[in-house]
């Protein structure tokens, strides 16, 4: 073992914006429908409360840090039910990790363009959480960073594909796959906590959307949860969330973000709405980026400090 129908034209407005410094993976060629870079260009309208929540990131926060004792990360194989192949995730153990220990588990999803490989190669997760364990600010846990395209090929498809229904089905079956495939053999492979109070899900862009969809849909599986940026394959609310008051009853952490410079923070927006409607407490954190690696790296930074952690009086 170890070492839902989507409208593809909303769908259209998730691939990102250049990112300054490294290259996103998920910038749209010049062969992406002209629509994918045309909606991000707009402005987002902002309401009042549209602002930041929480203290940006310091500098330095995801780069390596002297002293610092550095996690490791490797590839963990695993059998997939719903592709009948054998399918690769990343997996972040922290410094000090011990299999005389368990740890909290955080499924940690990309986007629509990424691949199991964006969250340490462009995001640089690996080195956040190091750098805020290493400080007491977050607790010592187990990432997976699974390829949440669940298809026997699932490699990231070239840009005049990338809004195919074959390829944008492959997420909304990997909520399946995640459920009966990867964390069984994640539980049976680490020492992990393996119940929901102890295990969260989070994801950028397409992949929040399918953190929002699954954790939402799994309240018996996960406790924590996170969209970042997210894509217009999140469901609506009314289908999230069709009993608030049960949202209200299990869940430890609803944390949502979008940049005010993202011409998708519509879909965020709309969540962060009738939550506040219906009284189900959340993080709502509007940073001043737009669909890009400094808004997750900033949001993964937060959240990474609030994931797990005991209850406050």
Known sequence: MRATSLNLGLLMCAIPFVCAAQRNPELPSQQAPEQVRANLAGSAVL???DVRALAAAPAGFAEVQPGVAQGRVEEFSYDSAVTGTRRKAN??????YSGQRRYPVLYLLHGIAGNHEEWRGYVHA?????????????VP???????GRA?????????GRMFTPAHVEGFTRFEPELLASLIPAIDR??????ERGQRAIAGLSMGGGQALNIGLGHLDTFAWIAGFSSAPNTRASEVLLPEPAQVRRQLQLLYLSC???????????TLHRYLKQH????VWNVDEYGHDRESWADNLYNFAQRVFQPAAD
Do not use: C, E, F
């Open 189 to 194: 492979s680490y020492p992990t906590r393996a």
């Open 279 to 282: 009284d189900v407490p959340h």
């Open 259 to 269: 940049g005010n410079k993202d011409g998708l923070i519509g879909v965020s927006q």
């Open 91 to 96: 997996v972040y153990l922290p410094a000090g």
């Open 126 to 138: 690996h080195t956040i959480l190091d750098n805020l364990i290493a400080a007491g600010k977050a």
């Open 151 to 159: 298809l026997a090929d699932d490699n990231p498809p070239p840009a």
């Open 141 to 147: 846990m187990i990432v997976v960073m699974p390829n």
């Open 47 to 49: 309401a009042p409360d």
